[in-house]
């Protein structure tokens, strides 16, 4: 099962998904979250200790590429397990918790 929330800022996004996260682990089920917000705090609202950091994945393990019909797509240079286990970072309840790229730099959209 995948479970996307977006929305408009301040709306609970956050709130919400770290409350869902956890009663579904709880449940006993493994949960993998990703935290995709380019100002993430979602690690925090998991109960995650204050001051804490997780490596944020880098923009290299996706790639945009042209297929025959000449449509973009955007593939992984990586296998999901290697990129869980090199950047994932454990939280309460068993969560494993993935920090999607932030915006390091400012450049054109
Ligand atoms: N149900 C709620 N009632 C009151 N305040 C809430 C509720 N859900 C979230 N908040 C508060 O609203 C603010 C924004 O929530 P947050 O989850 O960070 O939103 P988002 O991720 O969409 O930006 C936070 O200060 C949060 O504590
Ligand atoms: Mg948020």
Not at 23 to 48: E, F, K, M, Y
Not at 85 to 104: H, R, W
């Amino acid at each position: 099962m995948k479970i996307a929330i977006s929305g408009k800022g301040g709306s609970g996004k956050t709130t919400i998904s770290a409350t869902l996260i956890r009663l579904i682990a709880r449940r006993g089920l493994s949960v993998l979250a990703i935290d995709g917000d380019p100002n993430p705090n979602l690690i925090q609202a998991l109960g995650v200790g204050p001051g804490v950091e997780a490596e944020s994945v880098p923009r290299s393990v996706v790639e945009r590429r042209e297929d025959e019909t000449g449509a973009t797509r955007h593939v992984l240079t990586r296998s999901i397990a290697d990129i869980v286990s090199q950047y994932g970072m454990k939280a309460p309840d068993g969560v494993t918790v993935l920090v999607g790229t932030k915006v390091d730099h400012a450049g054109a959209g």
